[in-house]
């Protein structure tokens, strides 16, 4: 039995367009631990099949298993990280985000707030900690909203390109803290992004998809060693066979 | 925060907060403040001084601050603003109240919206005085009718931003929360209320402004035995325009007094620190 | 109101593949407002009809309707709406025209915002309707002083809101312009007053809602024989309770026309197609 199961998963809808479909029959497994990419052009239904594992949306057909069991909705199983730097609670500080999740699970006060410092600890913003949002940089908003994800000690962590509203400088580094991140918590992750590069350096496994309908349309190991470099030939190489699978449709150029 | 900052956060308010930073001196601010005013005394002396005017209608300085002394000390301009400011208090209690939770209901609820939202659309564009003869009517002269038509004319803002504030909360946050694991009522509680906050605030600010502004009316017409208004409207008759200044001196300083020491603080500790109104 | 209402609820609806369920909704938030409105006017008309209070002081609808038909047909009505209007268009046109260019100068001249802004500010907060009793002393019932009561009421959130405006235009804005080769004069024109036009607008809106709480106000003691605050207090007199409320809907149904057709397609026109709303703090 895998720890997550994507089943069959496709998603249908109305636009005054007509009916749209907007995943077709994804199915995919994981190992406990792995950390996964979800790679494709915009608009190939990558993102909103992570909103799908995630339960904000209901598949029309398919189903996602979590530690075996047919998970409906949302559920604290699955942490998420969204593009959106607005995903923090503007009226609460850094470590008021952190520890909103264990709050609602009723943890006491002063654990939350011991583990939530570990998690700024851990993305590196524990002089932070009492700092409002609105003092702190995009980038520094989002390592926040990873500390926030992981800090419930969620089965999955769910990540819907995090960095893309970033500048490289800053994407570069994010992405460091987050196979150091990673490497340290043994998470499993799935991160949706449409930057290869980001892709071959972060991911186990990475996962192509399509557009019109969105379908998964390979699956490519990475086993380069970790900590991987961006520079490397191995690497380039794995960048150049990952973009002829997606078949030369444009891609951003990996930053 | 700099000057420039918080004199942008004022803007809405009233006053600008000319605060100095630390290094400055808070008297020159306050003469760099009171100086328009100086000049504008002056003038008015200047005019009373001249005799243009019958010395009755246009009263020099002097004797107006003799009314205004002689008012105080002898408890009657206290008095006065006592009865206006409880009611004041009464009436907008009432619609701070029952406007935020019938505005948050409408936001959350989709029947509710429906049902309130016809009857808030159709009494706002109805400006609130108009009401005053309407209530006088029905509830006869005096406090209760007063204190009803204030509470009831100042709760539509406050309903109108309480739902646009719940509609306006942002879907990430409501997201987020969720896959955090907020129930209904937490979410409510942790995400729906912060979230919703400036808007609510804006609304009571609003509310309260109106509530002002229709009081100070509504004790004129509603025969009420005490009250700024009434003080200013009764003074009419013998010519006291001396009391009527004082009494209008009197109600910019409460007006002021509200927005600056009650408004602005709660402002600075919530969502101005929250960084989600812009400071 | 509708379709501006309905735009909200459409953004608040998270999935835009609902797009179905949102216009079926729409359709029954109608059917409900119409059930709403429809009960609230039963519930009034039985209670006026219980005869548990004097009729005089609760008329039932119909009588309403024809107090407004009587005095719409008479020529009673039209001529109280021209009396009111005249004076709050002539005040707010005093206030537009001073207040606009005193915020302007206030926002570019540092001496004139220092002398100006504390007496904005102070008067800010005087309702309007606590210097009737002084304006009527100096200047008689009538014309002038219900006018300079509008002028008072609609100047300062005209001046206020433009200073915001012209301050809070942005630099880049600015710089782009001149490095584009503008000079004071069309930088003023075409960058300045259109950057600061949503807060203007947002101005003379507020401007519009205070001046005609004003007029009405200050007719009912400051006006003889005609206008709308003035018919509505005079029928408190005679407990002509049926007029009073008849008035009452021609002062919400001309408020309303203002407040969402004029300065509604005024935003639509502008701001709204710039895409610049919210600037603005209502």
Redesign the interface.
Known sequence: MLPIEVRDVSLEYDTPAGRVQGVKGASFGMQASEFLCIVGPSGCGKSTLLNIIAGFLTPTSGEIRIGGKAVNGHGMDRGVVFQDFAQLFPWRTALGNVTFGLEMKGVPKAEREEIARKQLALVKLEKFMDAYPHHLSGGMQQRVAIARALAYDPAVLLMDEPFAALDAMTRDDMQRLLADVWHKTRKTVIYVTHNVAEAVYLADRVIVMTPHPGQVKAEIPIDLPRPRDPLSVEFLDTQKRLLSHLGGTAIPAAA | MTTQDVVTSSSAAGLPARHTPAGDVWWRALTRNLYPFVVVAALWELVARLGLFPARLFPSLEVVFAAFWRLTVSGILPHHAAETVFRLLAGFGIAAVVGVLIGIAMGRSRRAEDIFLPLVSIGAPIPGLAYAPLFLLWFGLGNFSAILLVGFVSAFPIIFNAWTGVKAVKEIWVRSAQAMGADQRKLFRYVILPGALPYILTGLRLGLAQAWRVLVAVEMLAAVPWGLGWMIFGAREFLNTDVMLSGIAVIAVIGLALEKLVFQRIETYTVVRWGMVTA | ?STQ?AA??DT?Q???????IVRR?NI??YW???I??LI?ALLYEAVARSGYFPPV??PTLPKIGLALWGSLADGSMPRHVVYTLYRVMFGFGLAIVVGIPLGILMARFRHVE??????V??????????????F???FGIGNTTTVLIVFYAATFPIV?NT??GV??VNPLWLRAAGAMGADENSLFWKVIIPGASPFIITGMRQAFLRA??AV??AE??AASDWG??WV??D??EF?N?DL??A??AV??FI??VF?RLVFGSLERATVLRWGMMRAA??
């Not at chain 3, 998270?14 to 179905?20: F, I, L, Q």
């Not at chain 3, 220092?114 to 007496?119: I, K, R, V």
Request: glycine residues 6%; without cysteine; aromatic residues 12%.
């Open positions: 109101m209402d909200h609820i608040a998270p999935n835009t593949a609902r797009v179905d909704n029954r938030s409900r407002a119409a709403t409105l609230a002081l609760l220092n002398f100006f802004l504390p007496l500010s102070a008067m800010m907060p005087i309702p309007s309707f606590a210097l009737v009793p002084l009527m002393l100096w206020f200073w915001s301050r809070s005609w709480i009405v106000g009912m003691i709308l605050g509505i207090f029928a408190k407990l309770a009073m409320l008035s009452l002062i919400g408020g309303f407040e703090k209502g």
